[in-house]
Protein backbone atom coordinates (compact mmCIF):
# COMPACT_ATOMS: atom_id res chain seq x y z
CA UNK A 1 0.00 0.00 0.00
CA UNK A 2 2.99 2.70 0.94
CA UNK A 3 4.71 1.56 -2.23
CA UNK A 4 1.78 2.50 -4.51
CA UNK A 5 1.23 5.52 -2.62
CA UNK A 6 4.79 6.58 -3.26
CA UNK A 7 4.63 5.44 -7.10
CA UNK A 8 1.10 7.62 -7.51
CA UNK A 9 2.90 10.62 -5.44
CA UNK A 10 5.97 10.48 -7.98
CA UNK A 11 3.64 10.37 -10.88
CA UNK A 12 1.29 13.18 -9.64
CA UNK A 13 4.38 15.41 -9.16
CA UNK A 14 5.77 14.57 -12.59
CA UNK A 15 2.06 15.48 -14.51
CA UNK A 16 2.32 18.37 -12.95
CA UNK A 17 5.39 19.62 -14.95
CA UNK A 18 5.49 20.79 -18.59
CA UNK A 19 5.25 18.92 -21.36
CA UNK A 20 4.51 15.44 -19.96
CA UNK A 21 5.43 12.47 -21.46
CA UNK A 22 8.68 14.68 -22.00
CA UNK A 23 11.74 13.26 -19.41
CA UNK A 24 15.35 14.39 -20.79
CA UNK A 25 18.36 12.90 -19.09
CA UNK A 26 21.18 13.46 -17.32
CA UNK A 27 24.83 11.77 -17.45
CA UNK A 28 26.28 10.29 -15.30
CA UNK A 29 30.03 10.58 -15.19
CA UNK A 30 32.56 8.54 -13.73
CA UNK A 31 33.89 9.16 -10.81
CA UNK A 32 37.66 9.64 -12.12
CA UNK A 33 36.26 11.51 -15.26
CA UNK A 34 34.64 14.58 -14.09
CA UNK A 35 34.70 17.26 -15.88
CA UNK A 36 37.12 20.39 -15.62
CA UNK A 37 35.81 23.75 -15.79
CA UNK A 38 38.51 25.34 -17.77
CA UNK A 39 35.79 26.22 -20.77
CA UNK A 40 36.77 23.06 -23.26
CA UNK A 41 35.03 20.23 -24.54
CA UNK A 42 37.55 17.23 -24.35
CA UNK A 43 35.58 16.20 -21.00
CA UNK A 44 32.32 15.71 -22.48
CA UNK A 45 33.49 13.16 -25.41
CA UNK A 46 32.47 10.55 -23.16
CA UNK A 47 28.90 11.91 -23.51
CA UNK A 48 26.60 9.44 -25.83
CA UNK A 49 24.99 12.63 -28.78
CA UNK A 50 21.36 11.07 -27.40
CA UNK A 51 22.44 13.38 -24.15
CA UNK A 52 22.27 16.59 -25.90
CA UNK A 53 19.23 18.76 -26.13
CA UNK A 54 19.40 21.44 -29.10
CA UNK A 55 17.46 24.74 -30.35
CA UNK A 56 15.07 22.41 -31.95
CA UNK A 57 13.81 21.45 -28.37
CA UNK A 58 13.18 25.25 -28.10
CA UNK A 59 9.78 27.48 -28.43
CA UNK A 60 9.76 31.16 -28.50
CA UNK A 61 7.09 32.06 -26.26
CA UNK A 62 6.87 35.76 -26.15
CA UNK A 63 7.40 36.96 -29.69
CA UNK A 64 4.81 34.40 -31.60
CA UNK A 65 7.38 33.09 -33.53
CA UNK A 66 6.52 29.41 -31.74
CA UNK A 67 9.05 26.96 -33.00
CA UNK A 68 10.32 28.45 -36.41
CA UNK A 69 13.99 28.50 -35.77
CA UNK A 70 16.47 30.21 -37.69
CA UNK A 71 19.42 28.61 -36.72
CA UNK A 72 21.45 31.13 -38.40
CA UNK A 73 20.42 33.76 -36.29
CA UNK A 74 20.76 31.22 -33.36
CA UNK A 75 21.62 27.71 -32.33
CA UNK A 76 21.91 25.86 -29.25
CA UNK A 77 23.11 22.75 -27.43
CA UNK A 78 23.30 21.94 -24.16
CA UNK A 79 24.52 18.60 -22.18
CA UNK A 80 24.10 18.17 -18.28
CA UNK A 81 25.97 15.37 -16.58
CA UNK A 82 26.01 14.39 -12.50
CA UNK A 83 28.46 12.53 -10.48
CA UNK A 84 26.95 9.79 -7.83
CA UNK A 85 27.63 11.24 -4.17
CA UNK A 86 27.87 14.63 -5.30
CA UNK A 87 25.17 17.44 -5.50
CA UNK A 88 26.39 18.91 -8.57
CA UNK A 89 24.66 19.33 -11.96
CA UNK A 90 27.38 19.98 -14.49
CA UNK A 91 26.80 22.06 -17.80
CA UNK A 92 28.05 22.06 -21.10
CA UNK A 93 26.61 25.35 -23.24
CA UNK A 94 27.51 25.26 -27.18
CA UNK A 95 25.78 27.95 -29.04
CA UNK A 96 26.19 29.80 -32.15
CA UNK A 97 24.61 33.24 -32.60
CA UNK A 98 25.06 35.43 -35.09
CA UNK A 99 24.88 39.41 -33.01
CA UNK A 100 26.51 38.69 -29.48
CA UNK A 101 25.00 41.28 -27.43
CA UNK A 102 27.61 42.22 -24.14
CA UNK A 103 28.57 45.21 -23.91
CA UNK A 104 26.64 46.66 -20.92
CA UNK A 105 27.14 45.66 -17.61
CA UNK A 106 23.00 45.58 -16.95
CA UNK A 107 20.57 42.69 -17.96
CA UNK A 108 20.61 44.20 -21.42
CA UNK A 109 23.26 40.60 -22.33
CA UNK A 110 22.81 37.81 -24.15
CA UNK A 111 21.41 35.15 -21.27
CA UNK A 112 21.17 31.43 -20.65
CA UNK A 113 18.39 31.06 -18.08
CA UNK A 114 18.57 28.46 -15.49
CA UNK A 115 15.82 27.18 -13.72
CA UNK A 116 16.53 24.08 -11.08
CA UNK A 117 13.60 22.53 -9.13
CA UNK A 118 15.86 19.40 -7.20
CA UNK A 119 13.24 17.97 -4.85
CA UNK A 120 10.26 18.85 -7.37
CA UNK A 121 8.41 21.18 -4.72
CA UNK A 122 7.02 22.57 -7.54
CA UNK A 123 4.52 26.19 -7.43
CA UNK A 124 6.40 30.05 -7.46
CA UNK A 125 9.15 31.26 -6.22
CA UNK A 126 9.69 34.50 -6.98
CA UNK A 127 9.11 37.21 -4.80
CA UNK A 128 6.38 38.48 -7.81
CA UNK A 129 4.80 35.64 -7.89
CA UNK A 130 4.24 35.08 -4.10
CA UNK A 131 0.58 33.66 -2.96
CA UNK A 132 0.46 35.85 -0.26
CA UNK A 133 0.41 39.71 0.09
CA UNK A 134 4.04 40.64 1.59
CA UNK A 135 5.89 43.17 1.60
CA UNK A 136 8.46 43.37 -1.27
CA UNK A 137 11.56 43.25 1.16
CA UNK A 138 10.27 40.35 3.22
CA UNK A 139 9.01 38.33 -0.11
CA UNK A 140 12.57 38.69 -1.24
CA UNK A 141 14.42 37.28 1.88
CA UNK A 142 11.90 34.83 2.42
CA UNK A 143 10.84 32.88 -0.74
CA UNK A 144 13.00 34.38 -3.50
CA UNK A 145 14.73 31.27 -4.78
CA UNK A 146 14.21 29.58 -1.83
CA UNK A 147 12.68 26.38 -3.10
CA UNK A 148 14.34 26.73 -6.50
CA UNK A 149 16.45 28.95 -8.05
CA UNK A 150 17.20 30.62 -11.14
CA UNK A 151 20.60 31.51 -12.86
CA UNK A 152 20.61 34.93 -15.01
CA UNK A 153 24.22 33.59 -16.64
CA UNK A 154 25.78 36.29 -19.09
CA UNK A 155 26.66 35.04 -22.22
CA UNK A 156 29.11 35.26 -22.24
CA UNK A 157 30.13 37.89 -19.14
CA UNK A 158 32.44 40.67 -19.09
CA UNK A 159 33.48 42.77 -15.91
CA UNK A 160 30.65 41.14 -14.14
CA UNK A 161 30.25 37.86 -12.50
CA UNK A 162 29.23 34.91 -14.42
CA UNK A 163 25.72 35.01 -13.26
CA UNK A 164 23.25 37.02 -11.72
CA UNK A 165 21.35 34.64 -9.23
CA UNK A 166 17.57 35.89 -8.76
CA UNK A 167 16.77 35.38 -5.71
CA UNK A 168 17.74 35.80 -2.08
CA UNK A 169 21.59 33.94 -1.70
CA UNK A 170 23.86 35.40 -4.28
CA UNK A 171 26.53 33.56 -2.08
CA UNK A 172 25.10 30.03 -4.37
CA UNK A 173 26.78 31.50 -7.54
CA UNK A 174 30.59 31.30 -5.95
CA UNK A 175 32.65 28.52 -5.15
CA UNK A 176 32.28 26.23 -3.22
CA UNK A 177 28.61 25.79 -4.73
CA UNK A 178 29.23 26.55 -7.94
CA UNK A 179 31.90 27.55 -11.10
CA UNK A 180 32.20 28.22 -14.47
CA UNK A 181 34.57 28.95 -17.75
CA UNK A 182 33.84 30.43 -20.78
CA UNK A 183 35.72 29.78 -24.76
CA UNK A 184 34.96 32.11 -27.15
CA UNK A 185 36.80 34.55 -29.65
CA UNK A 186 34.67 37.45 -30.43
CA UNK A 187 33.76 40.73 -29.27
CA UNK A 188 30.51 42.35 -28.98
CA UNK A 189 28.17 42.74 -32.00
CA UNK A 190 29.93 40.07 -33.89
CA UNK A 191 28.55 36.62 -34.44
CA UNK A 192 30.85 33.36 -33.18
CA UNK A 193 30.75 30.00 -31.11
CA UNK A 194 30.68 30.45 -27.66
CA UNK A 195 31.36 27.81 -25.01
CA UNK A 196 30.39 27.84 -21.38
CA UNK A 197 31.06 25.29 -18.98
CA UNK A 198 29.93 25.31 -15.71
CA UNK A 199 28.17 23.87 -12.25
CA UNK A 200 25.68 24.45 -9.92
CA UNK A 201 24.18 23.06 -6.89
CA UNK A 202 20.46 22.44 -6.73
CA UNK A 203 18.99 23.56 -3.19
CA UNK A 204 15.76 22.11 -1.92
CA UNK A 205 15.66 25.42 0.64
CA UNK A 206 18.61 28.09 0.15
CA UNK A 207 18.40 30.79 2.38
CA UNK A 208 18.92 34.45 2.43
CA UNK A 209 21.01 34.07 6.13
CA UNK A 210 23.49 31.89 4.19
CA UNK A 211 24.77 27.98 3.58
CA UNK A 212 24.47 27.66 7.22
CA UNK A 213 20.35 27.74 7.34
CA UNK A 214 20.31 25.77 3.70
CA UNK A 215 19.77 22.27 2.52
CA UNK A 216 21.52 20.94 -0.88
CA UNK A 217 19.04 18.51 -3.13
CA UNK A 218 19.89 15.33 -2.61
CA UNK A 219 21.41 13.65 -6.32
CA UNK A 220 20.26 10.14 -6.71
CA UNK A 221 20.43 7.60 -9.00
CA UNK A 222 16.92 7.33 -11.26
CA UNK A 223 15.75 10.62 -9.12
CA UNK A 224 13.36 12.87 -11.40
CA UNK A 225 13.97 16.82 -10.91
CA UNK A 226 12.00 19.90 -12.75
CA UNK A 227 14.72 21.98 -14.48
CA UNK A 228 14.04 24.20 -17.75
CA UNK A 229 16.09 26.76 -19.14
CA UNK A 230 15.58 29.88 -21.70
CA UNK A 231 17.91 31.97 -24.45
CA UNK A 232 17.53 35.51 -23.96
CA UNK A 233 18.81 36.95 -27.89
CA UNK A 234 19.85 40.19 -27.44
CA UNK A 235 20.19 41.89 -31.41
CA UNK A 236 20.48 45.13 -30.59
CA UNK A 237 22.59 47.24 -27.83
CA UNK A 238 20.40 50.01 -27.86
CA UNK A 239 17.11 47.73 -28.17
CA UNK A 240 15.39 47.61 -24.71
CA UNK A 241 13.92 44.37 -24.93
CA UNK A 242 15.57 41.08 -25.75
CA UNK A 243 14.27 39.47 -29.27
CA UNK A 244 14.12 36.47 -28.28
CA UNK A 245 12.56 34.12 -25.23
CA UNK A 246 13.24 30.76 -26.35
CA UNK A 247 12.64 28.13 -23.97
CA UNK A 248 12.66 24.56 -23.11
CA UNK A 249 9.41 24.28 -21.17
CA UNK A 250 7.61 25.78 -23.83
CA UNK A 251 5.54 27.91 -21.61
CA UNK A 252 7.13 31.13 -20.29
CA UNK A 253 6.36 31.54 -16.86
CA UNK A 254 9.26 29.03 -15.99
CA UNK A 255 11.00 31.51 -14.97
CA UNK A 256 9.42 31.81 -11.90
CA UNK A 257 7.08 28.67 -11.62
CA UNK A 258 9.03 25.10 -10.20
CA UNK A 259 5.55 23.88 -11.75
CA UNK A 260 6.33 25.21 -15.72
CA UNK A 261 9.11 23.02 -15.42
CA UNK A 262 10.32 20.15 -17.13
CA UNK A 263 11.20 16.52 -15.92
CA UNK A 264 15.07 15.30 -15.99
CA UNK A 265 16.09 12.46 -15.04
CA UNK A 266 19.34 11.47 -13.37
CA UNK A 267 20.75 8.68 -14.82
CA UNK A 268 22.77 4.99 -13.87
CA UNK A 269 26.50 5.20 -15.68
CA UNK A 270 26.46 4.15 -19.36
CA UNK A 271 27.31 0.11 -19.06
CA UNK A 272 30.24 1.09 -21.10
CA UNK A 273 31.82 2.89 -18.84
CA UNK A 274 31.76 0.45 -15.88
CA UNK A 275 32.68 -2.88 -15.16
CA UNK A 276 30.46 -5.68 -16.09
CA UNK A 277 30.63 -6.77 -11.93
CA UNK A 278 31.19 -4.63 -9.45
CA UNK A 279 30.81 -5.36 -5.86
CA UNK A 280 29.77 -2.28 -3.15
CA UNK A 281 28.25 -2.01 0.15
CA UNK A 282 26.67 0.15 2.79
CA UNK A 283 25.71 -0.21 6.64
CA UNK A 284 23.90 1.33 9.05
CA UNK A 285 24.33 0.13 12.52
CA UNK A 286 20.85 -0.71 14.01
CA UNK A 287 21.65 -1.02 17.99
CA UNK A 288 25.22 0.39 18.87
CA UNK A 289 25.22 -1.00 22.63
CA UNK A 290 23.97 -4.53 21.17
CA UNK A 291 25.70 -4.48 18.23
CA UNK A 292 23.39 -5.16 15.79
CA UNK A 293 24.50 -4.34 11.87
CA UNK A 294 22.29 -3.97 8.43
CA UNK A 295 24.53 -4.54 5.71
CA UNK A 296 22.91 -3.39 1.87
CA UNK A 297 24.64 -5.01 -1.52
CA UNK A 298 25.45 -2.17 -3.67
CA UNK A 299 27.19 -4.22 -6.03
CA UNK A 300 25.93 -3.17 -9.93
CA UNK A 301 26.06 -6.39 -12.68
CA UNK A 302 24.02 -10.05 -12.89
CA UNK A 303 25.15 -11.05 -9.54
CA UNK A 304 23.87 -14.77 -7.85
CA UNK A 305 26.16 -15.29 -5.44
CA UNK A 306 27.00 -12.98 -2.46
CA UNK A 307 29.63 -14.16 0.39
CA UNK A 308 30.07 -11.70 3.23
CA UNK A 309 33.25 -11.78 5.80
CA UNK A 310 32.09 -9.72 8.46
CA UNK A 311 35.58 -9.63 9.95
CA UNK A 312 35.30 -11.48 13.07
CA UNK A 313 35.43 -14.59 12.04
CA UNK A 314 31.71 -15.11 11.24
CA UNK A 315 30.33 -14.93 7.04
CA UNK A 316 27.18 -14.87 5.00
CA UNK A 317 25.54 -15.61 1.86
CA UNK A 318 22.44 -13.47 2.31
CA UNK A 319 22.60 -10.38 -0.11
CA UNK A 320 21.35 -7.84 2.84
CA UNK A 321 22.66 -9.55 6.25
CA UNK A 322 21.81 -7.98 9.75
CA UNK A 323 25.01 -9.54 11.62
CA UNK A 324 25.07 -8.87 16.18
CA UNK A 325 28.77 -8.69 16.53
CA UNK A 326 29.77 -11.25 19.81
CA UNK A 327 32.06 -7.91 20.88
CA UNK A 328 33.43 -4.43 19.88
CA UNK A 329 36.20 -3.66 17.99
CA UNK A 330 37.31 -1.89 14.29
CA UNK A 331 36.56 -4.31 11.97
CA UNK A 332 37.50 -5.03 8.21
CA UNK A 333 34.23 -6.11 5.93
CA UNK A 334 34.26 -8.01 2.70
CA UNK A 335 31.79 -8.31 0.21
CA UNK A 336 32.40 -11.01 -2.53
CA UNK A 337 30.21 -11.11 -5.14
CA UNK A 338 29.63 -13.25 -8.73
CA UNK A 339 27.76 -14.02 -11.90
CA UNK A 340 27.72 -14.95 -15.02
CA UNK A 341 29.89 -12.06 -16.38
CA UNK A 342 32.72 -12.51 -13.33
CA UNK A 343 33.10 -11.85 -10.07
CA UNK A 344 34.54 -9.16 -8.04
CA UNK A 345 35.18 -7.84 -4.49
CA UNK A 346 35.56 -5.09 -1.84
CA UNK A 347 36.44 -4.51 1.71
CA UNK A 348 36.32 -1.64 3.70
CA UNK A 349 38.81 -1.12 6.56
CA UNK A 350 37.53 0.23 10.04
CA UNK A 351 34.74 1.62 8.96
CA UNK A 352 32.20 -0.62 10.95
CA UNK A 353 33.60 0.15 14.60
CA UNK A 354 31.39 -1.26 17.99
CA UNK A 355 31.81 -0.37 21.08
Not at 58 to 79: A, I, M, N
Not at 285 to 304: K, M, N
Amino acid sequence: MRLLLLVLLIALCLSALERPGVEFRIFQFPPDRIPRIDGKTDDWELVPAGYAIGTNELRETVSGLGDRHDFRDLDVKVRVGWVKGMNRLYFLYEAFDNYWDFSRLDLHNDIFELVVDGDLSGGPFIKQMHPNKLEIGEAHQRFHGVHAQNYHIFTPARDKDWTMVWGCQPWIKQLPYANAAYNYAFQPGESGKLTLEFWITPFDFAAYEGPERSVESKLEENKVIGMSWSVLDYDDVNASKYRGFWNLSHKTTMYGNASDLVAFRLMPMEKELRKPVEADWSFRVLDGERRIVAFRDDSHGAIERWKWDFGDGTSSTERNPVHRYAKGGEFIVTLEVSGPAGKDRRAKVWDVVLP
